[in-house]
């Protein structure tokens, strides 16, 4: 579709980009338009181009690539015709993460961690000062678990972690998660955790209990559960923490034996097993959203969190419904939709899952409790590797570090299972119970970030990255555009060992596509908005700021090398590569 490629060369007797654009400019075949070689310093490009009305370009349609060998380097795909508003006058700042900073400073760009953290935030990290020792810790997006605490309790915590960010210059987004409407138990009465032994006679009810529950019972949130097991099933809590039989069934009461004894935590998920199958018929038949997930969903949008996942998503629908939802009501841009992919609807459908979302989570805690454990490493892996190929983030979440809860040390099986997912290069991992209800949440946020930070830096010195197929996912033709950059700039960033990517971006979408390279330098992500800012914390390898800028990027790079020198996060001479959303422009340069 390109109709030329328009070369910018200081001489016109030596044109070395001129001699071999195919070469230099793209690697793969030799053009099939017209290269057309002009003498202009690069800085005149806009303005020549602009004002070039010959015939060789169609004011209204042409497309056309630039390259310049002028020492800067300019290759791009452009519109023609648009004239450009003038630079917007803002006098300029930038906004960068008070730990990023810290981190940017101290290891210097290329050794900043890729992988992004998420911590449940529970009864032991909701106080001010835990939450900003996770902060400090690495966290960079907070979750809330609508199935435990009150919508009361989780906004106190939000507004800790707003006060945290504009206090204390941290850039921590929120992650509101759905309770969702599968079977589980109800709140222990109170205690913090029931131990169960081999053996045991425990009541499951459905019972509502005005005073306090009797020994040995626990109570069940869905009404047909007494109506839907059968004497024989088994009745797994937790994924099979703790597993009992069903030996008895009287009214709303079922009896059970403890056969694999162990510790239940308040509202634990509940299935149950007939002749060796999960029973789902009726779990199918509930609502992805029930009412009470709407009612959080409402409170969600109206806290302006920047995430919402949804509890055991089992079809695109309600993705898609959802997301018109938000759209309508949400005031401050909108919210991401993470899918949780924790079903086997979900693994049945994924691709239209993971297409209609904005994100997806390996919910490897339920997963496990519906296909058999020894399934859940390949769903993981194809997981991550679709969203990677569809340009979602995704995360990688449950039982990461789980005897962290517990010890202050993980176990070796642990850290290779971190170590697992940093080299899938899945954008986040996720602390559950570790630091919602642990003893040690913030040793165990910092194995994941030492883990993170290892891993990450042996494979890039091995090398070691297998090459994923990245398919055309753009259905507009700027979007295609868009793709090429950021791939080719990913390429190039890799060849040339660029110190770090610019991406100056309105939405967010040149730096995900960039992120979905995992290039091996990191990406300095600029956008104009603070809350796509705090969305883009959850993307693989992005370092986000927030700066007013232009489209005329000399003055975007001028500003942004000025202010970033000034608090010594670049020096003269680092190599970058600049890309951005307004212009469809690759630059290579040194910062000078
Ligand atoms: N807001 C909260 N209030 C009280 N306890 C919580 C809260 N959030 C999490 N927890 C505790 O942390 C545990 C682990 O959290 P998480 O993995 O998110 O939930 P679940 O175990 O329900 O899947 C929960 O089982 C619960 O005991
Ligand atoms: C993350 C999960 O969901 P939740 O903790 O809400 O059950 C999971 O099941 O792994
Ligand atoms: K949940
Ligand atoms: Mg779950």
Partial sequence: ????????????RSPNLASSPSKQCYPYQKPSFPILTRRFPVTTVKLSIRASSSSDLDPT??????????????????????MQPPPSQDSGS????????????????????????VCTIGPATSGFDQLEA????????????????????HRDVIERVRRLNEEKGYAVAIMMDTEGSEIHMGDLGGASSAKAEDGEIWTFSVRAFDSALPAHTVNVNYDGFAEDVKVGDELLVDGGMV??????????????????????????????WRD??????????????????????????????????????????????????????????DIAVIAKIESIDSLKNLEEIIQAS??????????????????????????????????????VASQLLESMIEYPTPTRAEVADVSEAVRQRADALMLSGESAMGQYPEKALTVLRSVSLRIERWWREEKRHEVMELPDIGTSFSDNISE?????????????????????????????????????????????????????????GLIPFRLSFSDDMESNLNKTFSLLKARNLIKSGDLVIAVSDMLQSIQVMNVP
């Fill in 358 to 395: 904005d994100g997806a989570m390996v919910a490897r805690g339920d997963l496990g409790a519906q296909i058999p454990l020894e399934q859940v490493p390949a769903a993981q892996q194809k997981i991550v590797q679709v969203c990677r190929q569809l340009n979602k983030p995704v995360i």
């Fill in 134 to 153: 996770l902060a400090v810790g690495g966290m960079n997006v907070a979750r809330i678990n609508m199935c435990h605490g009150t919508r009361e309790w």
């Fill in 94 to 117: 930038i906004e960068v993460d008070a730990v990023t900073e810290a981190e940017l400073k101290e290891n210097g760009f290329r050794s900043t961690r890729r992988t992004k953290l």
């Fill in 61 to 82: 349609s042409s497309q056309v690539v630039l390259a310049s060998d002028n020492g800067k380097g300019v290759v791009g795909g452009v519109l023609i015709p648009a």
């Fill in 276 to 333: 060796g199958s999960l029973v789902r018929e009726r779990n199918a038949m509930l609502p992805t959203i029930s009412s009470k997930d709407w009612l959080d969903i409402d409170f969600g949008i109206a806290e302006g969190v920047d995430f919402i996942a949804i509890s055991f998503v089992k079809s695109a629908e309600v993705i898609n419904h959802l997301k018109s939802y938000i759209a309508a009501r949400a005031r401050d841009g």
């Fill in 484 to 540: 090429e950059i950021c791939n080719s700039a990913a390429k190039m960033a890799n060849n040339l060992e660029v110190d770090a990517l610019f991406v100056y971006t309105k939405t967010g979408h040149m730096a995900s596509l960039l992120s979905r390279c995992r290039p091996d330098c990191p990406i300095f992500a600029f956008t104009a908005t603070t809350s796509v800012r705090r969305r883009l914390n959850l993307q693989w």
């Fill in 1 to 12: 579709m390109s109709q030329s490629l328009h070369l910018f060369t200081p001489s016109t």
């Fill in 243 to 272: 597993r009992f039989d069903v030996i008895e069934k009287i009214g709303p009461d079922v009896k059970c034996q403890c056969t694999d004894p162990g510790l239940m935590l308040p509202r634990a998920n509940l299935t149950f």
